[in-house]
């Protein structure tokens, strides 16, 4: 887990509330990505950046957004649009064919 | 499309037995091909990579895997296995050339039994 932080460690939502995750990464890595890991489906890619200010979709993106303003941080926001947002969140950044992640985010939604 | 097929959801092996943990793919072209272990509520951490060169790749806490190419195939093996190993473990793949998208297999669990 080093070098990526994720905060906070457990989020607990309201239905109809939007909520931003954190992610900070200090390893100088350009790419930045988001993922969704539900029991028994692995991990899906919400988002990811390969540079400053651009950022592209992946694969599961509806109800979720995000932003690249500084290289080391890339947030995350589950919108209300979000139908079933409870799950875990793991952030990542790649360097050097390498992936490297962050310890995760559990969002549960009341 | 890139794939990966992780055919066991769990896998039970005896402590001091070898393991094998098995992954197949698809991917255009050459592949970088990875596997990942998760303990509970932890992110994932790096094991090891294929690039190029040996297909016997070496990785951290005595683990290996084996790439074959003619069978799609990434597996993960280790001589001796510990109770310690029981965890996640994820099988993941890239395409040589392009763009860094990763797709990542389902995951299967390693129970390693006493």
């Known amino acids: 887990d080093g070098g990526i932080t994720q905060s906070p460690k457990y989020l607990f939502r309201k239905e109809g509330q939007n909520v931003t995750l954190s992610c900070e990464q200090n390893?100088?890595?350009?790419?930045m990505y988001w993922y969704r890991q539900d029991p028994g489906q692995g991990l899906r890619l919400i988002y990811y950046?390969?540079?400053?200010?651009?950022?592209q979709k992946g694969d599961i993106a509806e109800g979720y957004s995000v932003s690249r303003e500084k290289k080391e941080s890339f947030p995350l926001t589950v919108t209300s649009a979000q139908k079933n947002p409870t799950a875990f969140y793991l952030c990542?950044?790649?360097?050097?064919?390498?992936?490297?992640f962050g310890p995760g985010t559990r969002l549960t939604v009341l | 499309a890139q794939s990966v097929a992780q055919p066991e959801d769990q896998v039970n092996v005896a402590e001091g037995n070898p393991l094998t943990v098995k992954c197949t793919y698809s991917v255009s072209g050459n592949p970088y091909l990875f596997w990942y272990v998760q303990y509970p509520n932890r992110g994932l951490q790096f094991l090891l990579k294929?690039?190029?060169?040996?297909?016997l790749v070496k990785g951290s806490y005595g683990f290996e895997a084996e790439f074959n190419k003619s069978q799609t195939s990434f597996h993960l093996k280790k001589p001796s296995a510990l109770v310690s190993d029981s965890a996640l473990y994820f099988c993941a793949v890239r395409p040589l050339a392009g763009y860094q998208k990763v797709t990542f297999g389902t995951g299967t669990k390693l129970q390693v039994i006493p």
């Open positions: 950046s390969q540079i400053v200010n651009d950022f």
């Open positions: 390893l100088n890595h350009d790419a």
């Open positions: 294929y690039i190029t060169g040996d297909n």
């Open positions: 990542a950044s790649f360097s050097v064919n390498t992936q490297y």
